[in-house]
């Protein structure tokens, strides 16, 4: 298979300046939103792309980072405002937004704000309210940035996402990629991870009109199993809307499960292409 260009490039708007990686050539647009993370997104491009090859025929996919140094008391509804505004500048239509985690917040927030602009939408690993009881690993995380402990961090991160038997073989690895991490970059993701706290969708969520795909790992110890039963009962009656659930696969099934990127593919694009 003939390798795939990527770019990495940069919205520059009055009141933010926010990078986005651009691959494939296809004419539907595929907008990915990833999770909270500790480092932008745009240094694993390689891997991202190759992740999602599938979809380079017949879409061109945008991966959208946070902005860059985000105010104090930065949330999701501002991140869905500064992502939704980064789509509208680079003139994307009728776009497949997918989102996980954090990142599904955002989506869903969009969708909900900007229904005009999204054709279809999945998310994984994620909900649409955040109470404490939710958002207690996400606080591990924030004391763990705020003493700079960035090896504890990385590690509790991919214990909390990844299976035990990838973690396993992977935590040297994420210890290596924690010594690469900055003061300045512990300090922006206190302030994304903080944008959660308190996050309600509630009584927006009737106003996302367009098919929705939904997955999570029945046992995702981030998000319990009945934010994705919140997401059932207020989204289910839509016209196009489909539930799969995994098991064993983590918080970030959409990385470990193998079934995954046919099934999100199907959904987009009707028709699977997709090889192994």
Not at 29 to 48: R, W
């Amino acid at each position: 298979m003939e390798k795939t260009s990527s770019f990495i490039e940069t919205i520059e708007a009055e009141t933010f300046s926010m990078d986005y990686i651009r691959f494939g050539q296809g004419s539907k647009i595929l907008v990915i939103l990833p999770g909270l993370s500790v480092q932008s997104v745009t240094g694993f491009a390689p891997l991202i792309v190759n992740q999602y090859k599938c979809f380079t025929d017949n879409f061109t996919v945008y991966v959208f980072d946070r902005r860059k140094n985000p105010p104090d008391g930065y949330d999701i509804f501002q991140m869905a405002e500064d992502t939704a505004n980064a789509f509208t500048r680079l003139g994307l239509s009728e776009i497949h937004l997918f989102g996980v985690s954090q990142g599904g917040m955002i989506a869903l927030t969009i969708a909900a704000a900007y229904p005009e602009m999204i054709s279809r939408l999945s998310v994984s690993s994620t909900a649409m309210r955040m109470d404490e009881k939710r958002f207690a690993v996400i606080r591990e995380w924030m004391e763990l940035a705020e003493k700079k402990d960035s090896s504890g961090l990385y590690l509790s991160i991919a214990q909390h996402i990844y299976p035990s038997s990838f973690f396993e073989k992977s935590k040297d690895a994420f210890t290596e990629i924690a010594k690469t991490v900055t003061d300045d970059e512990l300090a922006n993701f206190i302030k994304l991870a903080n944008g959660i706290e308190g996050f309600d969708l509630s009584n927006k969520i009737a106003q996302i009109k367009c098919p929705v795909q939904l997955s999570y790992d029945e046992e995702d110890p981030v998000f319990s199993d009945d934010t994705a039963s919140e997401l059932r009962k207020h989204l289910g009656s839509l016209a196009g809307f489909e539930s799969k659930s995994f098991r064993g696969f983590g918080h970030a099934l959409y990385d470990t499960s193998p079934d995954f990127m046919k099934w999100l593919y199907e959904f987009f694009d009707g028709k699977c292409r997709y090889a192994d």
